[in-house]
């Protein structure tokens, strides 16, 4: 069993819907969860950052962390074609050199 | 948010030949620098972390003498791919993060070797 799972989709919506991604793991010491989204060739871009439980909301993103359920999620609002990407999580524990653990990504396509 | 680059972004080089990808911290000062690797459809592979000043801390299976890593400033690290072959062809991302902050990544560099 991977320490993270994320199903790799493609999940495709249409212009305007609401956009739920998902994240379980395994590891209970992990305390930093992160949400990035990668376009074709790119590098990822950061797009949520969470400490711990709880949620957070920013724009059109918000990410919650269930820390009881070990499960995390981002959902989209109106979402855009321009939000077609790969959706990864992360996650790690304390420690200032502590490595990412990645999720194997969603890839979304949001059609007209 | 806080900015990484890269350069090159794409190069090209014969077999054999060596190259040097370099990360910058733009905007802020990295502690920790991570340096992956990435081949088409799948996720990130971590191939080693430093920090400034030290040396680099390798994954498993990541050859120390051919991948080359310089953390020697707080704004810049430095991978060398040395004596590359067409199986190191691949996408290199870098990503820094400074102290327990997260980590910011890289535009990515995509190598070819002929």
């Known amino acids: 069993q991977k320490e993270v799972e994320q199903d790799p989709g493609p999940l495709s919506v249409p212009e305007g819907a609401i956009v739920s991604l998902n994240c379980t793991y395994s590891n209970s010491a992990f305390q930093y969860f992160m949400w990035y989204r990668q376009y074709s060739r790119k590098g990822p871009e950061l797009l949520m950052y969470?400490?711990?439980?709880g949620n957070k909301e920013d724009g059109r993103f918000t990410a919650q962390v269930d820390k009881s359920s070990k499960y995390i999620s981002l959902f989209i609002r109106d979402s855009q074609p321009s939000d077609s990407a790969t959706y990864l999580c992360?996650?790690?524990?304390?420690?200032?050199?502590?490595?990412?653990?990645f999720g194997t990504g969603t890839r979304l396509q949001v059609t007209l | 948010g806080a900015v990484v680059s890269q350069h090159p972004s794409r190069v090209i080089c014969k077999s054999g030949t060596s190259v040097k990808i370099e990360c910058r911290s733009l905007d802020f000062q990295a502690t920790t620098m991570f340096w992956y690797r990435q081949f088409p459809k799948q996720s990130l592979m971590l191939m080693a972390t430093?920090?400034?000043?030290?040396?680099?801390?390798?994954e498993q299976g990541v050859e120390k003498d051919k991948f080359l890593i310089n953390h020697a400033s707080l704004t810049l690290s430095t991978l060398t791919v040395t004596s590359a072959h067409p199986e190191d062809s691949s996408f290199y991302i870098c990503s820094a993060q400074e102290g327990e902050k997260t980590q910011y990544f890289g535009p990515g560099t995509r190598l070819l070797v002929l």
């Open positions: 992360a996650m790690r524990i304390t420690g200032t050199a502590s490595k990412l653990t």
């Open positions: 969470t400490y711990s439980s």
């Open positions: 430093s920090n400034e000043g030290s040396k680099a801390t390798y």
